[in-house]
């Protein structure tokens, strides 16, 4: 649904920033908000520079069609537009409350089979009295108690590139995660953005007499309401911290922090890749404060152990907003994502690792998946990361064998070779930053060495 409000604010005539450069300042006290909550604050820039005025912008949808909210910084609003759109954030809400959903649920769960209907189209659990209304939609019959056991198989993945792109673990790499905090001791996972680790752990716990782990999911995707109880989820959108069901919520995110009877808590995230850094990391620190607050004196220095699960080339960028993480070799798969399958023949390497402020050498690396111990690094690393030398650690960020330049005096990706133009090591093909030196075969300027027409003729 997009938001139609807020267009009368543009008829100034100024252009709406275009999404190109763009910097978040940040969750401002006293943001407008949007159907998703406060509204994040932006600024224009160009050259690292700021430029021209700021704004607020929907923080969880890129996509404009998804949430067109937008309101300038010090745009006076008036109390009519206010109003209006205090309404009209109301509108946008889900038809039902979670509560109504849990309702539903154990009405649901009362039927005979031959009356348990699912609505693929409005993705919903239907009682009997509603199959009038969606008697042109599609939908599934004879839904099972595994069925509604695994929600995320029985829900289509939400599609949306710029959005809202559920990619699903593969069921490989789920295990592993499971197995991974269990066997580190955890008993209880804060699962933000991870329906599927949750959904494995739900029902592990009500099957399996011994199993003590325990789960609150926290997620944008209101759909699983309809399976999951207050105490076990929680409508939360991670780019600005905004719990949808209030107070009461954010009270069964606090209440489930608290490690009673030495139950050590660890919080998992797997956010969608397109998201903001900045506005991610200044949620997980809200989230790791409200768990540092729950303990009188126990934690005062210590940070809530945590698994930030981001491509690798966004390693930099992590490690700003929190030093104390390293990332690991393990590579995270997905079910519905084509490049990032573990593939049985031609494995297309997946980019995707776990970020964790956990002790390196405490994170078990599978061997029979060709992850082995290096003694000098102290961790993990995977079969094709080579221990350079020269570096002093295993040096690949993706999985293959990386190699040494000397002249960059660190070890690069093995596509890559020395330009001396450039004075670095970068792709072959590639356009060199220095262009205005002119061509670096025929020397005349206005064409970079890959577009040397007298190549061409070669
Ligand atoms: N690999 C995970 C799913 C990751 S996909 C698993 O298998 O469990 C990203 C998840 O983040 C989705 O569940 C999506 O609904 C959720 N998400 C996307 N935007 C969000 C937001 N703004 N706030 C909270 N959750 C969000
Ligand atoms: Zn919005
Ligand atoms: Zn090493
Ligand atoms: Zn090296
Ligand atoms: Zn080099």
């Not at 573990?342 to 050498?361: A, D, W, Y």
Request: hydrophobic share 30%; charged share 25%; with cysteine.
């Amino acid at each position: 649904a997009a938001c139609r409000e807020g267009g009368g604010a543009m008829a100034a005539g100024s252009e709406r920033p275009g999404p190109a450069a763009l910097a978040m300042l940040g969750t401002a006290l006293g943001a407008p908000s949007c159907p998703h909550g406060p509204a994040l604050l932006f600024v224009k820039t160009s050259q690292g520079k700021e430029e021209g005025r700021r704004f607020y912008a929907c923080s969880a949808c890129r996509d404009r069609k998804d949430c067109n909210f937008f309101q300038w910084e010090d745009e006076k609003v008036s109390e009519t537009r206010l109003a209006a759109r205090e309404e009209y954030n109301r509108n946008h809400q889900p038809s039902f409350t979670h509560r109504q959903n849990v309702d539903r649920y154990k009405n649901f769960v009362l039927l005979p089979l031959a009356k348990r209907r699912f609505c693929q189209e409005c993705q919903q659990l239907l009682l009997p009295a509603e199959w009038e209304e969606h008697s042109d939609h599609q939908f599934l019959c004879d839904i099972t108690t595994a069925q509604l056991k695994s929600p995320s198989q029985l829900l289509y993945p939400l599609e949306n590139k710029k959005t809202n792109a559920q990619y699903l673990f593969a069921d490989r790499s789920c295990q592993f995660l499971l197995n991974l905090l269990i066997n580190l001791g955890f008993r209880r996972v804060l699962s933000v953005g991870t329906p599927r680790l949750h959904e494995m752990i739900q029902s592990k716990a009500s099957q399996e007499e011994d199993f003590s782990v325990r789960s609150l999911l926290l997620d944008i995707d209101f759909r699983y309401s309809q399976f999951y109880t207050e105490d076990e989820f929680c409508h939360y959108n991670m780019f600005n911290h905004h719990f949808f069901g209030g107070e009461a919520a954010r009270e069964t995110c606090r209440k489930f922090l608290y490690e009673e009877n030495g139950e050590r808590v660890i919080m998992v995230t797997d956010p969608p890749f397109g998201g903001l850094v900045e506005a991610l990391a200044s949620s997980f620190k809200k989230l790791m404060a409200m768990w540092r607050e729950t303990e009188k004196e126990g934690h005062d220095n210590k940070e809530m152990p945590m698994f930030w699960i981001f491509p690798y080339f966004f390693e930099s960028r992590i490690l700003d907003f929190f030093p104390s993480f390293s990332m690991m070799d393990y590579q995270v798969d997905y079910d519905n994502h084509a490049l990032y399958k573990h593939g049985k023949t031609g494995r297309r390497q997946s980019p995707v690792r776990i970020f964790t402020n956990l002790t390196p050498s405490m994170i078990v690396l599978p061997e029979e998946e060709g992850y082995r111990f290096c003694t000098v690094c102290q961790r993990y690393v995977s079969s094709g990361n080579q221990h350079c030398e020269i570096c002093n650690s295993c040096t690949s960020k993706d999985g293959r064998r990386w190699k040494h330049c000397v002249l960059c005096k660190k070890c690069v990706k093995p596509s890559w070779f020395h330009c001396s133009n450039c004075n670095c090591c970068t792709l072959q093909k590639h356009s060199c930053e220095k262009a205005d030196l002119g061509c670096f075969v025929c020397g005349k300027a206005g064409h970079k060495r890959s577009a040397c027409p007298s190549l061409s003729h070669t």
